[in-house]
């Protein structure tokens, strides 16, 4: 047995190499930053396996927890240093430092030969450190610290390039729209600060067990505020907007931080509070419907989007949104589950899309690729197990969790659970449409790869070497992420279709409640679950179908469509013109109200113009003296009178005003 | 008599002396700023006496390293100094801060370098001896003692033509409602025969200051507009943005925020607990709008420097807001933010100007780009920002955290709105101080970074800003050490509040009607 605190290395290894990596890191050799980096991922990953293992081996406890000093503490709130280990964390701990490690050996290959490798190596183990921090923390408020810490991971390298204008202002978005979800969990603390005078989770939901009668009321507050939050880190709408621009990024950022980690963390979060959402139907409901519509919008942004990112991008939010609608329907277990194979299979599209721009020196427009298959075969290989995985066909892994939400939601007892299967369905067909878009457009038809030396890229050291399959240290964590997108899902083969669900079992100490119910009727509807099974895997089938006719068979096709609605589909290619919209009706009238009504009127005219007007009336009254100094210290004096005179006036007189 | 009963007058006359000393040195070559390190290093150094000797098991409310002397006999004037948790780090605060504001303006002075040093420890003086003070006119003695060196300091060392105006606006928007101080101080005086601040706490405690609840109102209404005109609260902050502007960078650490602070915990709510609590709502809403307000005028700035007055402005009113919910959460977190504003909101003085060192410009216009060329600098900005924008495990989180919770707890109508308002605050912050990184440090090269080559820091500037980056990150992660000492004072005047709230006529929960008929004067 592992003595539990080795669980402090598990965030503090990273810190450390971050601490390195970024204050000495730009005087070290390569080689070095990378050891650092690797090591410092690598034995935290070892740990988390070693912790699986005793927490699997028989008669382990369900839970391991850890306590340090206190973080904050004043008479009647305290909040400490303390970390919970349960088969939940475990899981996300899993995915964080597995993948994570991956997604480093990646990036020592494919930002070989970026300025700032330093940089980039610190800032990848700063996450690390946020997002282990996150998943262990047994409180709200250290999840806190992680939420936000793993924003600012991310801020720092969507930025990474910082002189592009277009990188500096997508992080500073990122960060923002954040903030605004940050905003509602902040409130959500301070209610369960009142309410429960505890942010740690054993007390909070240990009292809405012991209290079966409370439903609703406060309970839902804190819910949708907590759904507020998790929809900005999770980017669903309507705080979504800050993920496609995400991709500003490196690659590897993307695949780690804005595929298969951070963005995950608002699924978690609720699936962490499920005690507390189980008493709130109408919260539950909420996260069920905004899971929804964010899947199928985003997925119908994707399937018309030219750039490669970007289409996993909406993927990304896509499948959140699918995540989203689980826990909202009570299937935290399914929600989890997908969390887990999409960690696998989109940090492998994106790693493997990242290998295609490498292999084109930088280009990640699709219509300036095709017929790449022959020429990078491993990166097409590896991402055509993800293209798979994530369309849905089995015994691919995203088949299985994708079912189980669907099928989850068809039985769930939201009243409208058939709508949401259906949502979910379509949505089905519109992913295996768009990946299968991608696939075909970028490794199958005529080459649309532009010459090097063509554009203003010829000085690129790159450019000379034309089409490349990557190094083997990038391909490496291709290939092992392709079996996971292949095997992860065999953990959930339900019993209707002759497995065991380990997932399930694994999780049932978590999600206790929600494990009775969920076996209560899969018994008692294998034939519901196969049939609706089949339709899934027939409307992937359509959407490859489809795809393969306007990509493959008649490329021309699609292009023809578009022309039949034009205007439908500039509308979709430009995102619905969400971003203008926000600017349009939010950002700027509130800065030309702060400018006119707020900087100009009041702080210029009422508080601090007293003086300039005075001074002017005095000037001219008097003529004594052109000196600004004289003239302003009468005004000033008699517009401070006036102005103290008034402040007691509201004071004296305005309280009786104030209290009704 | 031991060291721990002088030692608060050592703290408070080192400064002085030193300035004594500096007065009759030659300015010659570096001598001015060795001097003046020497002495705040000196003075830094026996701050440290208190956190290292407070008696944490000692009676709440009781002050300790006291002194009590009589100074005039008629009228009774004591010598009373001491210092309890609410004072204590203030005073650590203050002596930390001044070697750091020497460093950084080792090369920004280069003129007159004797008169800016002898001001500048005569500043620190009228800080410490305003924080240390337990008798009412020695504290109004230094009370009006911090405002003319620092009219001085602005009027001759600020940096454009504007620099006496500022100067003046800032001295009447002080001095006029000290003087209306002075006035309700000695009406008390009058009223209870003494200046002492514990006997007088005292009396107010069991409401026998003066029958005449009027005048006791006028007279805590003179205390507190003259406090927040000097935190400054919203809207009394005329004078801020062009006062800092103008003054130099030394001068601007200390210019806003903790003595008004101090004071409205210290002196408003120890003498006037009833008339604080009636007073709460009000300045609630106030402290919430000025968060918001500050920070949205933050958004449309061109001025560096202006943009952080403003966004001064937004964090002492978090403090207002918190301390004023007479919540132990919000008093702590509040007492916590003042500490917080000062390291914080000093630190980003420091690095806007060593960016003017450098440019010559606080126009963000101008700026762009320089993350490539001052890696040092950048680095530093964004950890100062993270540190104001409340990034947990940085110090801000753990203030702001706590003030809004406490925020959240107080039993004032409309606490819910006022918290929720209040809490846009952590994106507005995020998002002018994001704006302000990206103008000056991201993106392509501006005007003046193209123009002008610059070093990134050198040795001195480390040595300036690496101790602050240390506390942040030590108070952000460790702050029950810190906090002990402030809990204490936040739990005593919270105890206070609830018992008025139990005593007192109708508490604010009941009905506004029995309200109207029994509340303050009319």
Redesign the interface.
């Known amino acids: 047995m592992m003595p539990s605190s080795y669980l402090w290395f598990i965030p503090l290894l990273p810190f450390a190499g971050f601490l390195i990596n970024g204050t000495l890191g730009r005087k070290l050799p390569r080689a070095a930053v990378t050891a650092v980096a690797l090591l410092c991922t690598a034995i935290p990953a070892a740990l988390v396996a070693w912790l699986w293992s005793t927490m699997m081996a028989a008669g382990a406890p369900e839970s391991i927890e850890i306590i340090s000093r206190p973080w904050i503490a004043i008479t009647g709130f305290h909040v400490d240093f303390a970390f919970t280990v349960d088969h939940l964390t475990l899981i996300m701990l899993g995915v964080v430092t597995g993948v994570g490690f991956l997604i480093h050996l990646y990036s020592a290959g494919y930002m070989a030969h970026e300025e700032g490798y330093w940089r980039f190596f610190a800032y990848l183990n700063l996450f690390m450190f946020f997002m282990s921090v996150l998943v262990l923390a047994s409180s709200f408020l250290l999840l806190f610290v992680g939420w936000e810490g793993v924003g600012l991971a991310s801020y720092l390298l969507i930025g990474f390039y910082f002189k592009k204008d277009s990188a500096a202002n997508a992080g500073k978005k990122a960060f923002i729209v954040n903030r605004i979800g940050d905003f509602g969990f902040l409130l959500a603390m301070f209610l369960i600060v009142v309410h429960f005078g505890s942010l740690d989770f054993g007390h909070v939901f240990n009292a809405i067990t012991v209290n079966p009668d409370w439903h609703g009321g406060v309970l839902t507050a804190i819910a949708l505020l907590l759904v507020v939050g998790a929809a900005g880190k999770s980017a669903q709408i309507p705080l979504y907007v800050w993920l496609p621009d995400a991709m500003e990024g490196p690659t590897p950022v993307s695949a780690l931080i804005h595929a298969a980690t951070m963005v995950t963390a608002g699924i978690y979060m609720v699936a962490r509070c499920h005690t507390l959402f189980d008493r709130s139907p109408y919260a539950l409901g909420v996260v069920a419907i905004i899971g929804a519509a964010t899947a199928i919008f985003a997925a119908g942004i994707g399937m018309v989007q030219h750039d490669i990112k970007r289409v996993l991008a909406y993927s990304t939010v896509s499948q959140l949104g699918y995540m989203f609608l689980a826990c909202g329907v009570g299937a935290y277990t399914a929600g989890i589950f997908h969390l887990l194979t999409h960690a696998f299979f989109k940090a492998l599209l994106f790693l493997a899309a990242g290998s295609v721009i490498h292999a084109l020196s930088g280009e990640q427009d699709m219509r300036k690729m095709g017929g790449l298959w022959k020429k990078i075969p491993v990166t097409f290989w590896t991402m055509t197990m993800g293209v798979v995985a994530i369309a849905g066909i089995p015994p691919w892994a995203g088949f299985f969790s994708k079912d189980e939400i669907l099928f989850r939601a068809f039985t769930s007892d939201n009243p409208l659970g058939k709508l949401l299967w259906a949502v979910g369905l379509i949505t089905a067909g519109m992913t295996s449409f768009y990946m299968f878009r991608l696939w075909f457009k970028t490794f199958f038809g005529e080459s649309r790869v532009e010459e090097a030396g063509h554009d203003a890229h010829h000085d690129d050291a790159h450019a000379t070497h034309g089409v490349h399959e990557s190094p083997w240290i990038m391909l490496l964590p291709l290939v092992v992420l392709a079996i996971l997108s292949v095997i992860g899902g065999w953990v959930g083969v339900p019993a209707a279709l002759g497995g065991h669900n380990e997932i399930e079992h694994f999780l049932a100490p978590v999600f206790e409640t929600g494990a009775t119910a969920e076996a209560a009727t899969s018994v008692a509807s294998h034939g519901l679950e196969l049939t609706l099974a089949a339709v899934s895997v027939l409307t992937a089938a359509l959407g490859f179908f489809v795809a393969f006719l306007f990509y493959f068979k008649k490329p021309g096709t699609a292009s023809a469509l578009a022309q039949r609605a034009p205007g439908l589909y500039r509308i979709v290619e430009n995102k619905f013109y969400i971003d203008e919209l926000y600017n349009v009706v939010l950002v700027t009238p509130l800065l030309m109200f702060t400018r006119l009504i707020l900087a100009g009127v009041i702080d210029g005219g009422v508080v601090n113009g007293f003086g300039a007007l005075s001074g002017a009336t005095t000037r001219g009254l008097s003529g004594l003296t052109r000196r600004m100094q004289s003239g302003n210290i009468r005004s000033y004096a008699g517009w401070l009178a006036v102005g103290a005179a008034a402040v007691l006036i509201v004071m004296i007189f305005g309280r009786a005003l104030w209290i009704h | 008599m031991t060291i721990d009963h002088s030692i608060l007058t050592i703290i408070t006359f080192v400064p002085l002396a030193g300035a004594l000393l500096l007065a009759i040195l030659p300015d010659k070559g570096k001598t001015m700023q060795w001097g003046a390190l020497a002495i705040t290093l000196l003075t830094f150094v026996c701050t440290l006496h208190l956190p290292a000797h407070y008696d944490y098991s000692a009676a709440a409310g009781s002050y300790q390293f006291d002194t009590d002397h009589s100074w005039i006999s008629s009228p009774a004037i004591h010598y009373h100094l001491g210092v309890d948790g609410l004072s204590m780090w203030l005073i650590v605060l203050t002596g930390f801060l001044a070697p750091l504001g020497v460093l950084i303006s080792w090369r920004a002075i280069d003129s007159r370098k004797k008169l800016f040093y002898i001001l500048f420890l005569l500043q620190q003086v009228a800080m410490l001896g305003i924080f240390v003070s337990l008798d009412l006119f020695l504290y109004y003695a230094f009370w009006e003692l911090s405002l003319v060196p620092m009219t001085l300091l602005i009027a001759t060392f600020g940096r454009t033509e504007n620099r006496?105006?500022a100067a003046?606006?800032y001295f009447?928007?002080a001095f006029?409602?000290s003087a209306?101080l002075l006035v309700a101080i000695l009406w008390l005086y009058v009223k209870t025969g003494t200046f002492d601040l514990p006997t007088l706490a005292g009396f107010a405690a069991a409401n026998s200051i003066s029958p005449n609840s009027a005048a006791l109102?006028?007279a805590s209404?003179a205390f507190l507009?003259a406090f927040a005109v000097k935190v400054p609260i919203f809207?009394?902050?005329?004078w801020l943005?062009?006062a800092i502007s103008e003054a130099p960078t030394a001068a601007v650490m200390v210019l806003a925020g903790k003595l008004g602070l101090y004071s409205i915990l210290r002196f408003s709510f120890g003498i006037f607990p009833q008339q604080s609590h009636?007073?709460a709502?009000?300045m609630i809403?106030l402290g919430a709008i000025g968060i918001v307000?500050g920070a949205?005028?933050a958004?449309?700035q061109k001025d560096l420097k202006r943009l952080a007055a403003y966004g001064t402005l937004g964090h002492v009113s978090v403090v207002v807001l918190g301390i004023f919910t007479f919540t132990?959460?919000g008093l702590?977190g509040g007492i916590y933010q003042t500490l917080n504003e000062g390291i914080g909101g000093g630190a980003l003085f420091m690095l806007l100007g060593l960016l003017y060192e450098r440019y010559g410009t606080y126009d963000m216009r101008e700026f762009g780009?320089l993350?490539?060329k001052l890696?040092w600098i950048v680095t530093l900005f964004?950890i100062t920002t993270?540190s104001v924008v409340g990034?947990?495990?940085l110090n801000g989180?753990?203030g702001e955290?706590?003030v809004?919770?406490g925020?959240?707890?107080a039993s004032f109508?409309h606490h819910v709105m006022w918290?929720?308002l209040a809490?846009?605050g952590?994106?507005l912050t995020?998002?002018y101080m994001?704006?302000m990184i990206?103008r000056v440090?991201?993106?392509?090269l501006g005007l003046k970074s193209s123009a002008v080559t610059a070093p990134d820091l050198d040795a001195r500037e480390h040595l300036a800003l690496w101790p602050v980056v240390a506390v942040m990150l030590a108070m952000g992660?460790?702050?029950?050490y810190w906090?002990?000492a402030i809990?204490e004072a936040?739990?005593r005047i919270a105890q206070q509040h609830e018992s008025i709230e139990s005593t007192a006529p109708p508490a604010?929960a009941t009905t506004?009607n029995v309200?109207?008929a029994e509340?303050?004067?009319?």
């Open positions: 006496r105006r003046i606006k009447l928007y006029i409602p209306i109102w006028l209404l507009a809207p009394l902050h005329g943005s062009d009636r007073i709502p009000l809403a307000y949205l005028i958004l449309v132990i959460a702590d780009g993350a490539a890696p964004v993270l990034l947990p495990i989180f753990v955290f706590l809004f919770s925020a959240m707890q109508a918290t929720a809490t846009t952590v994106i995020a998002a994001l704006m990206q440090f991201y993106g392509s992660v460790a702050s029950p906090m002990r809990d936040g739990t604010e506004s309200h109207a509340g303050g004067p009319r």
